[in-house]
């Protein structure tokens, strides 16, 4: 068996040593599924032919997953493989809602960045945008060991590696962005003002005048007000000349 890219999030809790023995699982008998357009399936791990062997399909608010052969002995030895357990274990945390579907696919800025840790992995090393390097150390959260990342008051492109190098089990690179809640410039609709008043009856008046007319008047306005200072300036003068004589 092999995993797919990028990798799974149930897969990312296993150490490079477990994910590399997956290919030495035999198996000796399987069933095959017929491709569907679906559209919400999700191969987790394929065998060697790229034949699906674990899938995941979203049902409503949950998820289920289908294995395309058996743990009894007599069709596949991985059972008594290392890593069956915490793969099993894995799973039953990520269909239960417990681990995070993926890798935060868009981190806000001042929002934290979260990825599960795998067993054998005591750092990562996180770039921001201006090249300034952090170094994270796994900490429990929620019972489960993961990385933690909160230094992201920049937007742009964050980098992940492992001593220096990108790491299989870890994205490469995950963008911050700026939190684009209280940037629409649409028009707001009565009803939409009136829920976020908290439900207060609300008059709202417009004025008859369009656009083009109070474009109109400012302008009138602004030229009455430069023949008014003119008429002024030459009154002054007037006055001037007239108390010489």
């Known amino acids: 068996m092999k995993p797919t890219e990028p990798i799974h999030p149930a897969l990312r809790i296993l150490s490079e040593t ?39 399909r979203q049902v409503d608010r949950g998820r289920c997953v289908l294995f395309t052969s058996s743990i009894d002995r007599d069709w596949t030895d991985m059972p008594v493989k290392p890593f069956f357990l915490p793969l099993i274990q894995q799973l039953c945390r990520f269909l239960t809602g417990n ?45 489960e060991k993961a990385f933690l990342y909160n230094d992201t008051n920049l937007p742009g492109i964050y980098s992940v590696t492992v001593d220096g190098k990108p790491h299989p089990q870890f994205p490469q690179k995950f963008p911050v962005n700026v939190d684009t809640t ?5 028009k707001i609709r009565q ?31 602004k030229t009455l007000w430069g023949t008014l200072l003119f008429l002024t300036l030459c009154i002054l003068f007037v006055e001037s000349f007239v108390s010489r004589k």
């Open 18 to 56: 477990n994910m590399s023995t997956l290919s030495s699982v035999k198996f000796y008998r399987v069933f095959y599924v017929d491709p569907a357009p679906l559209g919400n399936c999700k191969t987790i791990l394929s065998f060697s032919d790229d034949t699906p062997a674990l899938i995941e």
């Open 99 to 143: 681990i995070a579907e993926e890798i935060q696919n868009e981190t806000l800025v001042k929002h934290d960045w979260q990825s599960s840790c795998p067993e054998d992995i005591n750092s990562l090393e996180i770039t921001n945008p201006e090249g300034t390097r952090a170094v994270l150390q796994p900490q429990f959260i929620n019972n």
């Open 182 to 186: 209280e940037s629409n410039l649409d």
């Open 191 to 221: 009803k939409e003002l009136t829920a976020l008043m908290g439900g207060t009856n609300l008059t709202i008046t417009t004025s008859p005048v369009s656009e083009g007319s109070e474009a109109l008047m400012g302008e009138a306005k």
